[in-house]
């Protein structure tokens, strides 16, 4: 995933960006950078924040950057902004979004008579020098995002700094979201709204799929209109996005207290207490918890101070421990209850499957799973959610070919989605009996997309549907 802020203000924007860059830390754990335009031109820093915060990586460079532009992100993996020299002139480019067909763009843009590009260390070409020189391919720069978003299967949403001001153009159907805030003499843009509050700043708008602006410190301008079909994701209030968030009018925290209560509305479990996996599981706890009337209780602690979220290594096995080792469990609230626990999602189950044990090990009589999405069957296509290279990675996927004995066709696995059928009944007990939960049971996709209040064919829906 990734996220991004930018500023564009009539003084200097060092302290703006750098705050609002750091709000953005729970979207990427690799990478962050800030670049800055001002007197002396362009000024770029890069920081890998794998074992450190944001915060304390970029310290020492906003006491000597000056700018009244500038742009900053945070990264799941290739290293920006960059700053890019061309027939446009020279600017500053950050990105987030996925690029499905990159080798056949790289194709063509070799005999279109490109000469090369720098290898990251992976061996891959980092995504983003590969939108700026698409743009690069056209006379002018909104023609040259456009036909960046046009070109890219998958998404890509984009910010541009030059000189005059800052590019923003949100992916072709709005699958992330851009949102742009306003005060006094500057104007910033970022993917999580809440990011500009504490500093200032107040709503101005969201773009629109598609749209592209010019933001300056005066104003905003419309370059391209937006499209009228959108695909937000629906994950981001799920899971992604930051409680104080709100995409397309809907708040994260709000959407997920209506989820948890959709829950409990079909539930019959009857526990002693509902709990959530900390941290996105909590408030669709809190919901599940006011709508059913059982009491809402923290079993476990997740341990913060010294356990940021970006310190988590790239091996899974590594990944998992430390995901264990950051919950301290409360014994007195779980000695002989009957506990149901909402987590966001399942994907792989070893993390969840090692807390249940872990709660039945500190006296747990009962432990009651309640992912708050539907079973995920897909691999997202159009964000990097996750550096999977399979989708055998999915609980579910492997149990399905364990239980269909095979290779598993799209018609099978329509079957599965189905949370009336008799296939997606015997999936989730082949789950919970492999998880060892004393029950199973995922919210339906009918209820979820209820629960966020957009038009259903506004939301993707792909990773539990398959449906683009």
């Not at 962050?32 to 820093?45: H, P, S």
């Not at 970029?58 to 990264?75: A, H, L, P, V």
């Amino acid at each position: 995933m990734g996220g991004f802020f930018g500023v564009a203000s009539k003084e200097d924007c060092v302290f703006d960006l750098f705050f609002g860059t750091d709000y953005h830390s729970h979207l990427g754990t690799r990478r962050g950078g800030l670049a800055v335009y001002g007197e002396n031109g362009f000024d770029r820093a890069i920081h890998n924040i794998e074992n450190s915060p944001f915060r304390t990586k970029f310290e020492k460079d906003i006491n000597k950057m000056t700018g009244t532009m500038g742009i900053g992100c945070i990264s799941d993996y290739e290293p920006q902004p960059l700053i890019v020299r061309s027939h446009h002139g020279t600017y500053a480019i950050t990105t987030v979004g996925k690029i499905n067909n990159s080798q056949t763009i790289v194709d063509t843009l070799f005999q279109n008579g490109f000469s090369h590009f720098l290898e990251m260390s992976g061996g891959d070409i980092n995504p983003t020098e590969l939108v700026a020189s698409i743009i690069n391919q056209k006379e002018h720069l909104v023609d040259g995002i456009r036909y960046a978003q046009e070109l890219i299967e998958g998404s890509m949403t984009i910010l541009l700094m030059t000189p005059k001001g800052i590019y923003a153009a949100r992916d072709r159907l709005g699958r992330t979201p851009v949102a742009i805030g306003k005060k006094e003499g500057a104007h910033c843009v970022c993917f999580e709204s809440f990011a500009y509050l504490n500093l200032g700043y107040t709503v101005e708008r969201e773009l629109g799929p598609g749209e592209i602006v010019v933001i300056t410190p005066d104003h905003v301008q419309t370059l391209a209109e937006p499209g009228k079909d959108m695909k937000i994701c629906t994950f981001l209030w799920i899971y992604y996005g930051y409680p104080s968030s709100s995409y397309e009018g809907i708040s994260v925290e709000e959407m997920r207290y209506r989820c948890g209560a959709k829950l409990a509305a079909r539930d019959d479990a009857g526990p002693d207490i509902v709990a959530g996996v900390p941290d996105s599981g909590t408030p669709h706890a809190i919901g599940y918890a006011n709508e059913s009337g059982i009491p809402f209780s923290r079993p476990f602690i997740k341990y913060t101070p010294t356990w940021p979220r970006s310190f988590m290594p790239s091996i899974q096995s590594k990944r998992n421990l430390i995901a264990k080792m950051k919950l301290i469990p409360v014994h007195d609230l779980i000695q002989g209850k009957s506990l149901l626990l909402i987590d966001d999602s399942i994907v792989r189950g070893t993390q969840l499957r090692e807390t249940t044990e872990f709660l039945y090990q500190s006296g747990a009589k009962e432990v009651h799973i309640r992912p708050a999405c539907p079973p995920l069957l897909y691999g997202c296509k159009y964000l990097n959610f996750s550096r999977s290279t399979s989708e055998m990675d999915l609980i579910t996927r492997r149990v399905i070919e364990k239980l269909e004995g095979g290779d598993v066709t799209d018609e099978v696995l329509e079957k599965y989605t189905d949370p009336d059928s008799e296939e997606y009944a015997a999936m989730l007990e082949e789950i919970r009996k492999e998880l060892n939960f004393t029950s199973l049971r995922y919210h339906r996709l009918d209820d979820m997309i209820e629960s966020v209040g957009l038009d259903p064919c506004k939301l993707c829906t792909y990773c539990w549907n398959g449906k683009e």
